[in-house]
Every structure is written in structure tokens, then in C-alpha cells.
């Protein structure tokens, strides 16, 4: 399954709303009725780390700025007011079927 | 807590294998797969493969099969990849992964003559 991010750079000013979109090549809703669709954010010199699971549910201790939706093939993330600890890359990712594939990756800079 | 401790930084010359290891500590090993995930420098992530410890199943990413083994001793908690013959192109970051929500630090591999 191919995961594509658009945008691959993003610059926003702090407290502005940015959005990310990952598209998949392939359905990622599962006959058991979830959808393996997963966010991530790496910062620099880090370890990815969880935001998003299943499309819409945040993962423990993100803040609530942080959103995520979509279904089928098309999803979003939403960061309602950009902060300067967002900076980094975001990754989109399935695992519905092996192999487990990563979208390209968006880099979100402050301006 | 839920941890995966990476073994350290690894120097090594091509053609020379390697076995590179992550702990996992905090939850009960055998209920998560654990996943390898290679980052090229400047690069995006690949998943390499997925190995279920109870059972030891494994499953590779085309892209990686016959590149690399994986495997998982359960009784220390420690899943392993392992190379037999290293290329100047396995120059990356590794991470392993609980599922999809705990990773590792990363061990960064350098193959170089």
C-alpha cells in the first residue's frame, strides 16, 4: 500500500491551524471495523512518536490541539494553533497488511 | 512503563556482519509485535519487517527480505536484527517498535572501509 503526504513542507506561524493530508492506495478499513490508519511525529534527533491511532484518537499525553480524520483511503491531521515544540516531521503510516508502509514525511517549520 | 532499550552505536567495515538487539520492558513481550524500522541519513522511514515473539512469525517488507533476519528470543524479552554481510548502503538509523506506539532510541549503524 502506498501512503502519499502532501504537502512535504509546511510554514506556519505560531497559534495558526495547519493541515496535513495522506492519501493511501487502498482502503485501510479492516473487516473488523477499525481503520489502521497512524500518526507520528519525529523531531530532530528523536525517536517517531505516537499522536494518532486508528485515524482519530489521540495517544496519551497529546494535547488537544492535535486531530486527526478521514476514512477509506483519505486522512487528515489538524493542529488547531501551531506551537514551536510541533516543529519537526510528520509521518502517516499503515498497517492493515504487511508490509507496514510510511507516507513520505511533512516538515513543519515556524515561520 | 512501558520501555525497548537499543543496543549501542555500531562501527563497522562492509562485508562484516552484525546483530543489533532491543530489550522490551514493561509490558508482557509476547502480546505486541515488535517491528524494525530503517532511516536513511536524511530519509524518510522503512519498515523492514514485523516478528510476533510468542511464535516467532515473521514478516518481511520486500524490499528487505534476504537482506536481513530477524528474530526474537522471548525468554530475555529481546527481539534482534541481524545482518551477515554488510554494504556501505546499510549506513542508518535503526529502530525497533512495540506495535505501533513504543519505539526504541535507535542504533546507528556506520559501514564504512
Known amino acids: 500500500i502506498v501512503m502519499t503526504q502532501t504537502p512535504l513542507s509546511l510554514s506556519v506561524t505560531p497559534g495558526q491551524p495547519a493541515s496535513i493530508s495522506c492519501k493511501s492506495s487502498?482502503?485501510?478499513?479492516?473487516?473488523?471495523?477499525?481503520?489502521?490508519l497512524y500518526w507520528y511525529l519525529q523531531k530532530a534527533g528523536q525517536s517517531p512518536q505516537l499522536l494518532i491511532y486508528?485515524?482519530?484518537n489521540r495517544f496519551s499525553g497529546v494535547p488537544d490541539r492535535f486531530s486527526g480524520s478521514g476514512s477509506g483511503t483519505d486522512f487528515t491531521l489538524k493542529i488547531s494553533r501551531v506551537e514551536a515544540e510541533d516543529v519537526g516531521v510528520y509521518y502517516c503510516m499503515q498497517c492493515i497488511q504487511p508490509p507496514i508502509t510510511f507516507g513520505q514525511g511533512t516538515r513543519l517549520e515556524i515561520k | 512503563e512501558v520501555q525497548l532499550v537499543q543496543s549501542g552505536a555500531e562501527v563497522k567495515k562492509p562485508g562484516e556482519s552484525l546483530k543489533i538487539s532491543c530489550k522490551g520492558s514493561?509490558?508482557?513481550?509476547?502480546?505486541?509485535?515488535i517491528g524494525w524500522v530503517r532511516q536513511m541519513p536524511g530519509k524518510g522511514l522503512e519498515c523492514m519487517g514485523i516478528?510476533?515473539?510468542?511464535?516467532?512469525?515473521?514478516r518481511y517488507s520486500p524490499s528487505f527480505q534476504g537482506q536481513v533476519t530477524i528474530s526474537a528470543d522471548k525468554s530475555i524479552s529481546t527481539a534482534y536484527l541481524q545482518w551477515s554481510s554488510l554494504k556501505a548502503s546499510d549506513t542508518a538509523m535503526y529502530y525497533c517498535a512495540r506495535g505501533v506506539d513504543h519505539w526504541g532510541q535507535g542504533t546507528l549503524v556506520t559501514v564504512s572501509s
Open positions: 514493561g509490558y508482557n513481550f509476547t502480546s505486541h509485535w
Open positions: 486508528e485515524v482519530s
Open positions: 516478528i510476533y515473539p510468542g511464535d516467532s512469525d515473521t
Open positions: 487502498q482502503s485501510l478499513l479492516h473487516s473488523d471495523g477499525k481503520t489502521y
